[in-house]
């Protein structure tokens, strides 16, 4: 019986694990952190014949005749580059997921930021379109769960993270999306250019391939790369690289010189997700579905959580969950969505990267910011460097809500924004739980 070796107790690790014990692995998942809710998964899954590690860190062992990585695990841990050296398989768990799903097509989406939103709404044209083609990956199921599953889907929705892709060189999806393209994560890949090669991977490796040709760095770097890609412009078809793609004319989306539908179709705000929209849209057609089924997804789409989620009004004010800003850009984006002036809550787990343009919208928008957790200090320094001083150290998200409430009557702000540009894992296990936890307080305050 061949032996695997799972890193990582989250949804997928937990998903590859069950995978392979179905295909005759002896499997052992192991993961550095203990914790009671582990503990309990712990058992189930010793019950089902697998064996768990818990606060255990990874050695690799001859034995092994695979190793699965779970996305957050980093690829270049000395360990890992261990076990490559003595020979031992080593993969991501969404290329063993793929070993299983490549018969069926996948649309694949990556990028910096807008993965989420397009990831969506594609799964919701396939839907609206009569097939069976749940979203996986970054959002919704961990692609394992997928091929674990009785049911097959028709199309697999996939959005695939640079760590994802790094670890699973194999994935080739149909159709591609490359949202955008921003610094981000460079603690992990080092340069931008390393980060840009990641990405670049997963479109090469794609029957066909769609670009955001509004995105600065991918117009300046990706057409001479990728020669016959589809690219999108919310500006018009005069704006589209080689004339191939999706556009937005007198109101109208547009694909290939055909109208598909109303641009203002989608509710959700911003010049943002219009181009998200853009992309869905394009990877639709490509994907040959007709323009009733997508008009009817989009007109029907209520929206991602923890992406500019409304959450609740209280008292004339607006309380907003953008927990998914987990990087400058993605806050800036945040701010620039919502009405002036606003109260912001940042802060969390701080990540590298270029802060300017996210500290001019704060100057420009933001009445007063609420800072919290690991990056309040750093965050509060920052923010003086540039000469703004309204802001207060409140570290919590329990203080953070109700002191947002009090200074939006003060200021007379229509709109409480938890956009953090920072990682959550300083206070929290995910971001989600962090929206989560924002949405609970929210909620509380307004009875």
């Given at each position: 019986?061949?032996?695997a070796?799972?890193?990582?107790?989250?949804?997928?690790?937990?998903?590859?694990?069950?995978?392979?014990?179905r295909?005759?692995?002896?499997?052992?998942?192991?993961?550095?952190?203990?914790?009671?809710?582990?503990?309990?998964?712990?058992?189930?899954?010793?019950?089902?014949?697998?064996?768990?590690?818990?606060?255990?860190?990874?050695?690799?062992d001859?034995?092994d005749?695979?190793?699965?990585?779970?996305?957050?695990?980093?690829?270049?841990?000395?360990?890992?580059?261990?076990?490559?050296?003595?020979?031992?398989?080593?993969?991501?768990?969404?290329?063993?997921?793929?070993?299983y799903?490549?018969?069926?097509?996948?649309?694949?989406?990556?990028?910096?930021?807008?993965?989420?939103?397009?990831?969506a709404?594609?799964a919701?044209?396939?839907?609206?379109?009569?097939?069976?083609?749940?979203?996986?990956?970054n959002?919704?199921?961990?692609?394992?769960?997928?091929?674990l599953?009785?049911?097959?889907?028709?199309?697999?929705?996939?959005?695939?993270?640079?760590?994802?892709?790094?670890?699973?060189?194999?994935v080739?999806?149909?159709?591609?999306?490359?949202?955008?393209?921003?610094?981000?994560h460079?603690?992990?890949?080092?340069?931008?250019?390393?980060?840009?090669?990641?990405?670049?991977h997963?479109?090469?490796?794609?029957?066909?391939?769609?670009?955001?040709?509004?995105?600065?760095?991918?117009?300046?770097?990706?057409?001479?790369?990728?020669?016959?890609?589809?690219?999108?412009?919310?500006?018009?078809?005069?704006?589209?690289?080689?004339?191939?793609?999706?556009?937005?004319?007198?109101?109208?989306?547009?694909?290939?010189?055909?109208?598909?539908?109303?641009?203002?179709?989608?509710?959700?705000?911003?010049?943002?997700?219009?181009?998200?929209?853009?992309?869905?849209?394009?990877a639709?057609?490509?994907?040959?579905?007709?323009?009733?089924?997508?008009?009817?997804?989009?007109?029907n789409?209520?929206?991602?959580?923890?992406?500019?989620?409304?959450?609740?009004?209280?008292?004339?004010?607006?309380?907003?969950?953008?927990?998914?800003?987990?990087?400058y850009?993605?806050?800036?984006?945040?701010?620039?969505?919502?009405?002036?002036?606003?109260i912001l809550?940042?802060?969390?787990?701080?990540?590298?990267?270029?802060?300017?343009?996210?500290?001019?919208?704060?100057?420009?928008?933001?009445?007063?910011?609420?800072?919290?957790?690991?990056?309040?200090?750093?965050?509060?320094?920052?923010l003086?460097?540039?000469?703004?001083?309204?802001?207060?150290?409140?570290?919590?998200?329990?203080?953070?809500?109700?002191?947002?409430?009090?200074?939006?009557?003060?200021?007379?702000?229509?709109?409480?924004?938890?956009?953090?540009?920072?990682?959550?894992?300083?206070?929290?296990?995910?971001?989600?739980?962090?929206?989560d936890?924002?949405?609970?307080?929210c909620?509380?305050?307004?009875?």
């Amino acid at each position: 019986m061949p032996n695997a070796h799972i890193i990582g107790l989250g949804r997928s690790g937990i998903a590859a694990a069950k995978l392979l014990k179905r295909e005759g692995y002896s499997v052992t998942l192991s993961d550095l952190k203990n914790s009671p809710a582990f503990q309990q998964q712990q058992q189930q899954l010793v019950d089902g014949g697998i064996t768990v590690k818990l606060g255990y860190s990874f050695e690799p062992d001859t034995s092994d005749n695979l190793i699965v990585v779970s996305p957050g695990v980093p690829w270049d841990i000395p360990a890992l580059i261990r076990a490559r050296e003595l020979g031992i398989e080593t993969i991501g768990e969404m290329e063993l997921a793929w070993r299983y799903l490549n018969n069926i097509p996948w649309v694949g989406i990556t990028g910096t930021n807008g993965k989420t939103t397009t990831t969506a709404l594609i799964a919701a044209i396939f839907a609206a379109a009569g097939f069976y083609a749940p979203a996986c990956g970054n959002i919704g199921y961990a692609a394992c769960e997928l091929a674990l599953a009785d049911k097959k889907p028709d199309w697999v929705i996939a959005e695939i993270s640079s760590y994802q892709i790094e670890s699973s060189a194999a994935v080739a999806p149909r159709i591609a999306v490359w949202t955008t393209f921003t610094p981000d994560h460079l603690s992990r890949h080092k340069t931008l250019e390393n980060y840009y090669n990641i990405k670049a991977h997963l479109l090469t490796q794609a029957e066909v391939q769609i670009f955001n040709g509004d995105d600065p760095y991918l117009q300046k770097n990706a057409p001479a790369r990728f020669t016959n890609a589809y690219w999108t412009s919310v500006k018009g078809k005069a704006d589209l690289i080689n004339s191939k793609g999706a556009y937005i004319e007198n109101g109208w989306v547009v694909f290939e010189g055909e109208e598909i539908l109303p641009a203002t179709s989608l509710r959700m705000v911003g010049e943002h997700n219009q181009q998200n929209l853009l992309m869905a849209v394009a990877a639709a057609c490509l994907a040959g579905i007709g323009k009733d089924a997508i008009a009817s997804a989009i007109a029907n789409f209520p929206g991602v959580s923890h992406r500019l989620e409304h959450i609740c009004t209280w008292e004339g004010i607006d309380f907003i969950n953008d927990s998914k800003a987990t990087n400058y850009d993605a806050a800036e984006v945040g701010l620039n969505s919502v009405s002036a002036p606003a109260i912001l809550i940042a802060g969390g787990e701080a990540k590298a990267g270029d802060d300017t343009k996210w500290l001019e919208k704060i100057k420009a928008k933001a009445a007063a910011v609420l800072l919290i957790g690991d990056a309040a200090a750093a965050f509060a320094k920052r923010l003086e460097e540039v000469g703004y001083s309204n802001y207060e150290i409140v570290e919590t998200m329990e203080r953070a809500v109700p002191r947002g409430a009090e200074l939006a009557k003060q200021y007379q702000a229509k709109v409480v924004l938890l956009s953090p540009a920072c990682a959550s894992f300083d206070q929290y296990q995910s971001f989600e739980h962090r929206g989560d936890n924002f949405r609970e307080i929210c909620q509380k305050l307004a009875g």
